[in-house]
């Protein structure tokens, strides 16, 4: 849908992406480790899944990243959003996610391999994939707390500043906006509040989903020597905090479904089949029928008015 061809909607398209891929391939694998005890997927295969596994979360959490800095700019700086090749610069920076975040997954892919872990209980030991040998403490600990940093702490610390510099931002706008501006300038701002908490509400699905399994890692790796918990209450851990990371990757569409009107919409109408397609409607472009009218510009705690076009409000409605 032409109408649904928004910035942030070619971010979340990137993270269904990314979910889709994550659920194919890992989600099996990691269900067939708790069904069996040995490991069925050979050497390459468990450098394969641990890079598929490491790109999918940082595509995940960067995407969710960039999103809160492109809810920022749309906010703080609209006019910047107006440009022609807005949809090609989105499509370059969902690339450069990928990018990054394939090469933060090298060296997983690279020292992930099939090691040896000991049962004492048992008195025996089975082979599975793991980034690291269990004796080695030192370089677990520090694997363990790298990603927990990179993955998870400093971009929800990043999200966590953009979306506190929006609700400052929107909240000066309100305060300060003259009277005769109110009705045409707060539609516009509703319209943005809207975009911004759905981007919000999917970081918080991420940070919760994710915190669990991030605490488990952490534990395992400060704990471990030379053997490995198995006893229930770890296993029941295990599971759980695996099932709800992996859950994060399925949960976005009904969040999008409850948060967002065109998402319902076009929902119901092409997988539900309720309603009829509704008549296109011509959209002003951003290079024709460009009619200025106004919108807000936040300097400080002062409002001005500059320009605005139809296309801008038009979009940021029917965008997620």
């Given at each position: 849908f032409?109408?649904?061809?928004?910035?942030p909607?070619?971010?979340i398209?990137s993270?269904?992406?990314?979910?889709?891929?994550?659920?194919?391939?890992c989600?099996?694998?990691?269900a067939?480790?708790y069904?069996?005890e040995?490991?069925l997927?050979?050497?390459v295969?468990?450098?394969?899944l641990s890079?598929?596994?490491?790109?999918s979360?940082?595509?995940?959490?960067f995407?969710?990243t960039?999103l809160?800095?492109?809810r920022y700019?749309a906010?703080?700086?609209?006019?910047?959003?107006?440009?022609a090749d807005?949809?090609?610069?989105?499509?370059?920076k969902a690339?450069?996610?990928?990018?990054?975040s394939?090469l933060?997954?090298?060296?997983?892919?690279?020292?992930s391999?099939l090691?040896?872990?000991?049962?004492?209980?048992?008195?025996?030991s089975?082979e599975?994939?793991?980034?690291?040998?269990?004796?080695?403490?030192?370089?677990q600990?520090?694997?363990?707390?790298?990603c927990?940093?990179?993955?998870?702490i400093?971009?929800?610390a990043i999200i966590?500043?953009?979306y506190?510099?929006?609700a400052?931002t929107?909240?000066q706008?309100?305060s300060?906006m003259p009277a005769?501006e109110?009705?045409?300038?707060?539609?516009?701002i509703?319209?943005?509040?809207r975009?911004?908490?759905t981007v919000l509400v999917?970081?918080?699905l991420?940070a919760l989903c994710?915190?669990?399994?991030?605490?488990l890692?952490l534990?395992?790796s400060?704990?471990?020597?030379a053997?490995?918990?198995?006893?229930?209450?770890?296993?029941?851990?295990?599971?759980?905090s695996?099932?709800l990371?992996?859950?994060?990757s399925c949960?976005?569409?009904?969040?999008?479904?409850?948060?967002?009107?065109g998402?319902?919409?076009h929902f119901k109408k092409e997988v539900?089949?309720?309603?009829?397609?509704?008549?296109?409607?011509r959209?002003?472009?951003i290079?024709?029928?460009?009619?200025p009218?106004?919108?807000?510009s936040?300097t400080g705690?002062e409002?001005?008015?500059?320009f605005?076009?139809?296309?801008?409000?038009?979009?940021e409605e029917?965008?997620?």
């Amino acid at each position: 849908f032409k109408s649904m061809q928004t910035v942030p909607n070619i971010f979340i398209t990137s993270l269904a992406f990314e979910d889709v891929i994550l659920l194919l391939t890992c989600v099996p694998v990691d269900a067939a480790c708790y069904m069996v005890e040995t490991w069925l997927f050979g050497r390459v295969g468990c450098k394969m899944l641990s890079f598929i596994q490491r790109t999918s979360v940082g595509v995940s959490v960067f995407t969710l990243t960039v999103l809160s800095a492109d809810r920022y700019k749309a906010i703080v700086k609209p006019l910047e959003l107006q440009r022609a090749d807005a949809v090609l610069r989105t499509c370059l920076k969902a690339t450069c996610v990928w990018v990054i975040s394939m090469l933060l997954a090298v060296p997983e892919a690279v020292s992930s391999d099939l090691y040896a872990f000991h049962l004492p209980e048992k008195n025996s030991s089975f082979e599975t994939c793991a980034p690291y040998p269990v004796s080695e403490r030192v370089l677990q600990e520090a694997h363990s707390l790298v990603c927990f940093l990179i993955f998870y702490i400093v971009p929800l610390a990043i999200i966590s500043i953009y979306y506190f510099l929006i609700a400052r931002t929107l909240y000066q706008s309100t305060s300060n906006m003259p009277a005769e501006e109110q009705g045409h300038a707060r539609k516009q701002i509703e319209s943005r509040k809207r975009v911004a908490k759905t981007v919000l509400v999917l970081v918080g699905l991420f940070a919760l989903c994710w915190l669990p399994n991030h605490i488990l890692y952490l534990y395992r790796s400060f704990t471990y020597q030379a053997s490995i918990d198995t006893s229930a209450f770890h296993l029941v851990a295990t599971i759980f905090s695996r099932a709800l990371a992996f859950s994060n990757s399925c949960v976005n569409p009904f969040a999008l479904y409850w948060l967002s009107k065109g998402f319902r919409q076009h929902f119901k109408k092409e997988v539900l089949c309720c309603k009829r397609k509704a008549p296109a409607t011509r959209r002003p472009s951003i290079t024709q029928n460009y009619t200025p009218t106004r919108t807000m510009s936040v300097t400080g705690s002062e409002i001005s008015v500059t320009f605005l076009t139809d296309y801008s409000i038009t979009k940021e409605e029917e965008s997620v």
